[in-house]
Each structure stands twice: as C-alpha cells, then as structure tokens.
C-alpha cells in the first residue's frame, strides 16, 4: 500500500525593509540643497568673472637677415641661446668690402682734388671779367675825349684855314697889282719880290691847313670807329661775363655734386663694413638657426629668428557672449598650464575682428546653408612687470585667463 507523500510546507515570503520616509527627504533635500548652492555659486562667479582656456602667450618673432652679402667667417651663438640687444650673432668676411671701402676713399679724395683745381676759376673769373670791364669802360672814355679832341682840332684848323685863305686871296690880289705897277715900272723889283713871296706863303699856308684839317678829320673818323670798336667789346663783355660766371659755375657744381657723391659711397661702404657683423635688434631666445660658418648669405635672407621674451603678453580669445561687460583696464589673473603659475595682468585692448574674419580663408555665410557659431574674438592682456617666473614665459604657451568684468 502506498503511502500519500508528506505535504510540503510553505516558506513564508520575507518582507524588504525600507527606510523611513523621514530620512529619504532629508537626503534629497541635502542634494537640492548642493545643487542650489552650487548653481548659485556658479551664478556669482560667472557675474563677476569671464574665463577662457582658449589663450596663449603671445610675443614678437624678429627675423634676422644680413644687410650686406658674403661668406660667415664665423657664428657666434646656438639655438635657443639667449642673445641681448646688440650682440653680434654673426660675422661676414669684410675682405671684399673693406677693399670697396678704400676704393670709396680713393675717390673722394679725386674729387676733392678736382673741386679744389676748378672751385678757385669761380672768382678768378668774376675779377677777369670785372677787369676786362674796367679796362674797357676807360678805353671808352679815353676815346670820347679823344674824338672830342680831334673835333676842337678841326673847327680850330677850319677857322684857321678861312683866315689864311682870307690873307691868300689878299696876297693874290696884291700881288696882281703889283704885277702891273712892275710892268709899267711904278713898283721896284724888290717890293713886287715880297708880293710874289708873300702870296707864295699864303697860298703854301692855306695848303698846309688844308692838309691839317684833312688830317684832324682823319683822326676824328678813326675816334668815331675806336668808339664803336670798344662799345661793342664793352657789349660783348657785358653779355659774356655772365655766362664764363655761370659756366664756371657750372663745372664748380658739377664737382662739389660729385664730391658729394663720393662721399655717399664712402659712407655707404663705411655702413657695409659695419654690417658684416650681424647683431641681435632685439633681446630674446634664438628660435631658428640655419646659418654654418662659409654659408653664402644675402639681404633677406632670413638666419635667425628671435623669440622676444622681455615684451610678452597673452592673447585670449573669449566668446563673443562674454564681451558684454568686459572692457580695458579689467585685472585678469594668468594661469600658465606650463608652469603651473598665476599671474597678474590687464585687460588692454579687445580685437577689432573675429578669429574666423582674420582668417585666410574667411567664411561665407551668405552662400549655402546658415549655422549660428558662436564667435570668438581676441582680447589682448598685458602682463604686469615684475612678477616672479615670468621670465620663464615663452611664445605660444597656454594659458587660462580669468577676467575680473564686474
């Protein structure tokens, strides 16, 4: 006989316990209450301040280039040396240039000897031609007297002539009445000799002064062409003066100009040698080198580039929703990620453009779908002298900048 199995006794299900209603609140409220507390805090500080990590530490890059073309006889610092302002970096061979150099001074001295030759014909000149001018004004006078002289001597001689011929035609006619009274024999032979003597006379006196005055005439006309030979001389050299003045001129500038060329090119070449050593314009780290000793090297071409670490500053570039209240002269406080260091700097200056416009390739949003971006735009910082560690900062090192805006 088979027996009926046993019934299997049932486990009573365990209840879960939870926790009071009281202590659930509490906890939620404590996680409302960080919550509150912590948007709050975030509310007052994004008041106050504006903050980026989109910032680094911006500088001047010089690029050195030689000024004259040569061989480097030798280079004087490595890479990432830092250099002072006016430290020669670089020497070029001045074996080319110094003999320019001589050459220069080998032509100033042609031109200086050339000036001097030419420079005293200037006032010897001026005196020649005052002499010549001189000379002739008196020539001028000595010959207007003399034509005045010769005049006076022909109206002297004219007046003499008319009286002598006055006493010829009295001889004449006496001496034809003594040739009648001879013929009849009135007059004796001796007193009609004196007659024929004394018209003899006159008429040999009105011949002499006929000549004579011929003669003043003469002299007279060769006065009248002395005056005009020395008044078109006086002419010419009236006219002429200023252009042998000027001519002489001339050729002093022309040696004074190329004097003042040589010497030019002297100082030029002076400047050349000075150029063969390279030297730093500006303090800084030597960020580039590519310049060996026996390179030949060329104006423009570049050898060396200086990182600039004595004038930095950082570029931050905020959103354009954080510009609203920010604005030059804001404190900023620096954080280098680098160097794990805080400092101290000054809003100078916002940019006058967005990164996106000062780009090469700008957008254009005109053509093609729309999609708002929110801008950026740069904000430069001034970093205040003085501070400790800032003279390890170099170009291009993160920052995250926190701007003081209310």
């Known amino acids: 006989m088979t027996q009926d199995a046993a019934p299997i006794a049932s486990v009573p299900t365990a209840r879960i316990s939870t926790a009071p209603a009281p202590r659930r609140w509490v906890v939620l409220a404590t996680v409302g209450v960080v919550v509150l507390a912590s ?54 061979d001045p074996t080319d240039l110094q003999l320019a150099l001589d050459q220069a001074r080998a032509q100033v001295a042609e031109a200086q000897a050339q000036l001097g030759a030419d420079d005293p014909s200037v006032p010897i000149t001026v005196s020649s031609n005052q002499s010549a001018l001189a000379t002739a004004r008196s020539d001028l006078a000595a010959a207007r007297a003399g034509l005045s002289a010769a005049r006076k001597d022909v109206e002297q001689i004219r007046f003499q002539l008319a009286q002598a011929e006055a006493n010829d035609k009295t001889a004449r006619v006496e001496l034809e009445r003594s040739d009648r009274l001879a013929a009849e024999g009135v007059v004796t032979q001796s007193d009609h000799d004196l007659h024929v003597n004394s018209a003899a006379a006159s008429a040999a006196s009105v011949d002499a002064l006929q000549r004579a005055l011929a003669a003043a005439q003469d002299r007279a006309l060769q006065q009248q062409a002395q005056i005009a030979a020395i008044e078109s001389r006086l002419g010419e050299i009236q006219s002429n003066a200023p252009r042998h003045v ?7 500038s022309l040696r004074q100009a190329a004097l003042d060329l040589a010497q030019a090119q002297l100082a030029q070449a002076e400047k050349n040698v000075s150029y063969t050593n390279i030297v730093a314009p500006v303090s800084g780290v030597v960020a580039k080198k590519s310049a060996a000793v026996g390179d030949h090297v060329m104006p423009g071409q570049v050898i060396f580039a200086i990182s600039q670490s004595d004038a930095l500053w950082v570029t931050a ?85 926190t701007v003081t805006v209310r």
């Open 39 to 92: 948007a709050l805090a975030y509310w007052a500080h994004a008041r106050h301040f504006e903050d980026t990590d989109d910032a680094q530490v911006d500088g001047d890059i010089s690029n050195v280039s030689p000024r004259v073309s040569g061989h480097l006889s030798s280079v004087k610092v490595v890479e990432n040396q830092l250099v002072k302002a006016g430290q020669v970096l670089a020497v070029i």
């Open 246 to 252: 000027a001519a002489r001129q001339a050729v002093a």
């Open 317 to 401: 570039n905020f959103r354009e929703t954080q510009l609203r209240w920010m604005q030059p002269d804001q404190p900023a406080r620096l954080h280098v990620d680098a160097l794990d260091l805080d400092l101290r700097g000054t809003v100078e200056s916002v940019g006058g453009a967005t990164g996106s416009r000062l780009s090469v390739f700008p957008p254009e949003n005109a053509s093609g779908n729309y999609v708002k971006v929110v801008q950026r735009i740069p904000v430069r910082i001034r970093l205040e002298p003085g501070q400790a560690g800032a003279e390890r900062l170099r170009i291009g090192m993160s920052v995250e900048p």
